[in-house]
């Protein structure tokens, strides 16, 4: 299976009229945050293959509508949202568990805490978060015998891609997901990558981590 990974950038590659002939392969999109949710519905109807996101720290207007899952009738009742369902094909995944073309997939949107902005979280407040999934965790530990296939994260692990400003700081708590659960993947944004020798897959324990910056191609194959 090829699972397209974006983040962060609109990739002029990705967004293109050639999207079919490049991106063809691709089962699955994976999305981790700070992209305009259009762009995630040219993505969509230009590939007709599931595309689940979360969100990051900016790029938020319609954020508090479709984390609470409001559908378009809902969404009238508030003069300030869009009028139909942006991203329209896209599936929001920030604290929740999916199983989608046969992988179980836990999301967690959001960066550290910074500057008191929406989407922002401190450690504790992303251990919150976290409890959350630990619901559908277990379900999917006892009907399909795995916690998780892939943790999709808009901040990095700490330690892992991460940066020493506070806005980019990592979460120490997602490396406790990584031991106790034990996802094959871990799928983050937030880190730009300029330079094409920077560091995007590492190891930890059992988990790849990759940076989804601007676009990459997970070929489960591969990596198996």
Not at 43 to 68: A, E, M, T, W
Not at 109 to 128: D, F, K, P, R, V
Not at 183 to 192: A, D, F, Q, R
Request: proline residues 5%.
């Amino acid at each position: 299976m090829k699972i397209l990974c974006i983040s962060d950038h609109i990739d002029p590659l990705v967004y293109s009229t050639s999207i079919k002939e490049r991106f063809g392969a691709i089962t699955l999109v994976l999305s981790a945050g700070d992209l305009p949710l259009d762009y995630l519905e040219f993505i969509v109807s230009s590939l007709d293959k599931p595309l689940l996101f979360v969100f990051g720290n900016h790029d938020l207007k319609d954020y508090r509508y479709i984390k609470h899952g409001l559908d378009a009738e809902k969404l009238r009742a508030f003069p300030m949202a869009t009028s139909t369902p942006p991203g329209a094909g896209a599936i929001h995944v920030g604290s929740r568990v999916r199983f989608e073309e046969g992988l179980i997939i836990a999301g967690l949107g959001g960066s550290m805490h910074y500057n008191h902005g929406e989407n922002q979280y401190t450690e504790w407040s992303m251990a919150l978060e976290m409890v959350k999934l630990i619901p559908g965790l277990l379900f999917n530990r006892i009907l399909r015998g795995r916690f998780v296939d892939i943790l999709l994260t808009h901040a990095p692990p700490q330690g892992i891609h991460d940066k020493p400003d506070k806005c980019h700081w990592g979460f120490k708590s997602f490396l406790w997901f990584m031991r106790v659960f034990k996802p094959k993947y871990l799928i983050h944004g937030h880190i730009h990558l300029y330079d094409l020798s920077a560091v995007r897959t590492s190891r930890y324990k059992d988990t790849l981590v990759v940076n989804a910056y601007s676009h990459f191609v997970i070929d489960t194959e591969e990596q198996a």
